[in-house]
């Protein structure tokens, strides 16, 4: 086991927030949440080697506080406004947790084949720690989630963790683009600080495009998707400040934030965050639809642009290249076959056992919907359905509510839906991201904007000017 220098900082700080300051823990996890490659501690070496990330770290310790002061006052505090997501939330970890049984049922009668492409080797599957080591991950997951909800319900705590998330999306964006500035200066880039943990699936920061001289971008984060993920689903809070009535920060500071993420995801050169941001805009585009909003410039404005990508791509070798490995060319490429394989397999073992699967975090399969349907079976799928649809219902009948732009844009619920919708689209492109805590973060904070009492106003218009 190996300390990290940032691990020597934060130990005895989470020790002493969560002792003595509950709300400095609360918001560190809020801020640390994007940090997937930032380890306080790391365990093993080589390719079994893996890394205690800030996130885990202080998310066990609020749990632990939390189950503390539940025995303390023998009940658990649960409001009821949030009740019912929270509900779906657990059942979903019941049934989780009743699925690592599959394994002790099925015992080596099922081969796993190996998610490697060129590796075709299959491994009987048994129980194992991993199963345990998954549930553990999950159960901090929906604890984070629960917690975020339950602490967030008032309009000034919403907007002040609203506010915690900005920050934190800055700086991730920031040292993104300076990450870029290293490698263009030929500078030695700092990985120890944020890049700390030694998993294998942590090196994302020194990867290149099609193995090339162009480094990729992944920030803090543990690779280029994961990273656009996670600003992902802060840049709508930014839009509050594009309706004229609406800020976080203030209305300057939000719009150079959005800018500066925006360069930051276009320039980690991922295919995830140009999908998520072109999902974001279409939202935009189809409520400023609604609202009546949307001058001939909104219409026109795509399409000058997309003429000019075009004769880019067709005139400018550069960009024909970037484009092509960026996007054109995965859909072939070997991360996409790989991809491609765990899917195709998983669902096979999906039929085999569709109703628990084959046990959770047995199975790897990149994308949402067969990894759930493979580890945890139809139960699985339909409990973490009925999560996501409460919320989205929940939000959606607020929206309905608005009536005009400036309302809309201002208002926690309309800005969650819209960071929930892109968040769960990734989601379902990468891969379920249980492990991380920004997915929770934003889980979170949905539960409590579908429950916000904005009788005083929203905090995007009044409380933060």
């Known amino acids: 086991m190996h300390i990290t ?31 997937t490659a930032t380890a306080v501690v790391n365990v093993g070496s080589g390719q079994n080697a893996s890394g205690i990330t800030v996130y885990v770290y202080l998310a066990i310790l ?62 009987p599957l048994y129980f194992s720690s991993k199963n345990v080591t998954g549930l553990i991950y999950l159960l901090l997951g929906v604890c984070t989630a629960t917690a975020v909800a339950r602490k967030t319900l008032k309009p000034q705590e919403f907007a002040a963790a609203i506010r ?19 490698y263009l200066l030929h500078i030695p880039y700092p990985a120890f600080l944020f890049n700390s943990s030694a998993a294998p699936s942590a090196q994302g920061f020194i990867g290149t495009l099609n193995e090339g001289s162009l480094r990729r971008l992944s920030s803090v984060a543990v690779e280029p998707s994961i990273m656009a993920a996670s600003l992902l689903g802060i840049l709508p809070f930014c839009l509050a400040a594009f309706t004229g009535s609406g800020q976080v920060l203030s209305r300057r500071t939000d ?23 072109f999902v974001i805009a279409m939202i ?9 909003k949307l001058s001939v410039v909104w219409l026109i404005l795509p399409l000058i642009l997309g003429g000019l990508c075009v004769v880019a791509y067709l005139f400018v070798p550069p960009v024909t290249a970037l484009l092509n ?7 072939g490429g070997y991360s996409a076959l790989e991809r491609s394989k765990t899917i195709i397999y998983a669902f096979s073992y999906f039929l085999q056992y569709p109703i628990l699967g ?31 649809g409460s919320i989205t219902v929940r939000l959606l009948r607020r929206v309905s509510q608005f009536k005009n732009k400036a309302e809309a844009f201002s208002n926690p619920a309309f800005l969650l839906y819209i960071a929930l919708v892109v968040t769960i689209v990734v989601a379902v492109i990468d891969g379920f991201p249980y492990v991380f805590g920004y997915f929770w973060v934003t889980l979170g904070l949905a539960i409590s904007a579908s429950t916000l009492n904005l009788e005083n106003g929203s905090p995007f218009r009044e409380s933060l000017k």
């Open 164 to 182: 915690i998330c900005m920050w934190s999306g800055l700086f991730v964006a920031i040292w993104a683009l300076l990450q870029l500035v290293c």
């Open 284 to 292: 935009y585009v189809r409520y400023n639809i609604k609202f009546r």
């Open 62 to 123: 609020l749990m632990l506080r939390g189950l503390c002061e539940s025995l303390w006052r023998l009940r658990v505090a649960i409001p009821r406004a949030i009740s019912k997501p929270v509900m779906y939330l657990f059942l979903f970890f019941a049934v989780c947790g009743v699925s690592i049984a599959m394994p002790l049922w099925i015992d080596g009668k099922l081969e796993i084949m190996s998610p490697v492409l060129i590796d075709m080797t299959t491994t």
């Open 325 to 331: 490995v960026t996007l054109l060319d995965k859909a």
């Open 358 to 388: 084959v046990g959770w975090s047995s199975v790897t399969s990149h994308d949402t919907i067969v990894r759930l349907l493979a580890n945890c079976g139809l139960l699985g799928l339909l409990a973490f359905t009925a999560i996501i």
């Open 255 to 277: 719009k150079w934030i959005l800018a500066i993420m925006v360069a930051a995801l276009v320039l980690s050169t991922s295919s995830t965050a140009l999908i998520g941001l």
């Open 5 to 35: 220098p940032i691990g020597l900082l934060l130990i005895p700080f989470g020790i002493l927030a969560a002792i003595s300051f509950p709300r400095i823990l609360f918001a560190s996890i809020l801020f640390f949440a994007p940090f």
